[in-house]
């Protein structure tokens, strides 16, 4: 093995390792803002376990354990990838862990539907985001999106198109 393949290895596990961190710490704090932050800016003044009272009196559930296998599918897609990264390229590592920040803007919406929905009929309430930690979610999922977008026009634009019929279609018939 090369010392150009081992640093390209050993680069391509440290952009895994930061990438697993923040698809990581995005999870985490997707569950918090579903499952903490959001019903207490939704229902200002209740104690979290008044809300969650509430809204099992009112025959709708909070669904944290679906909030909570679902916000960590990421996590561990994000785990997967970080054992395969050594045989990438950084760029393309790169690329895998922005486009799973990427799709936490539609797995953090669908993970907060169903509890936005019963905040809703609990408290006749929109069940819409009450904290604005969602538009950073949302606003990380979006930057995420452009930067994935940049690290793939560099790499395609250092790719050279080959000849799809190959060298035997060249004739030397002049």
Same mark, same amino acid.
């Given at each position: 093995?090369?010392?150009?393949?081992?640093?390209?290895?050993?680069?391509?596990?440290?952009?895994?390792?930061?990438?697993?961190?923040?698809?990581?710490? /995005?999870?985490?704090?997707?569950?918090? #803002?579903?499952?903490?932050?959001?019903?207490?800016?939704?229902?200002?003044? #209740?104690? *979290?376990? #008044?809300? /969650?009272?509430?809204?099992?009196?009112?025959?709708?559930?909070?669904?944290?354990?679906?909030?909570?296998?679902?916000? %960590?599918?990421?996590?561990?897609?994000?785990? %997967?990838?970080?054992?395969?990264?050594?045989?990438?390229?950084?760029?393309?590592?790169?690329?895998?862990?922005?486009?799973?920040?990427? *799709?936490?803007?539609?797995? /953090?919406?669908?993970?907060?539907?169903?509890?936005?929905?019963?905040?809703?009929?609990?408290? *006749?309430?929109?069940?819409?985001?009450?904290?604005?930690?969602?538009?950073?979610? /949302?606003?990380?999922?979006?930057?995420?999106?452009?930067?994935?977008?940049?690290?793939?026009?560099?790499? *395609?634009?250092?790719?050279?198109?080959?000849?799809?019929?190959?060298?035997? %279609?060249?004739?030397?018939?002049?």
């Amino acid at each position: 093995m090369t010392t150009r393949t081992t640093e390209r290895g050993t680069w391509s596990v440290r952009v895994a390792l930061v990438g697993t961190t923040v698809v990581v710490a /995005y999870a985490v704090v997707a569950v918090v #803002q579903v499952l903490v932050l959001n019903p207490l800016s939704a229902v200002p003044g #209740q104690p *979290l376990g #008044q809300i /969650y009272a509430d809204v099992e009196a009112a025959g709708e559930s909070m669904g944290v354990g679906f909030v909570i296998v679902f916000l %960590a599918l990421g996590p561990a897609i994000a785990m %997967a990838l970080l054992t395969r990264a050594r045989k990438a390229p950084r760029s393309v590592v790169a690329g895998w862990y922005l486009a799973l920040v990427a *799709l936490g803007a539609p797995a /953090y919406f669908w993970a907060s539907f169903g509890p936005g929905l019963a905040l809703a009929d609990a408290y *006749l309430a929109s069940g819409g985001d009450h904290s604005a930690w969602g538009l950073v979610l /949302y606003a990380l999922s979006g930057l995420a999106l452009v930067a994935l977008i940049a690290v793939a026009a560099r790499r *395609l634009k250092g790719h050279v198109p080959t000849n799809p019929a190959g060298p035997a %279609a060249r004739t030397n018939d002049s």
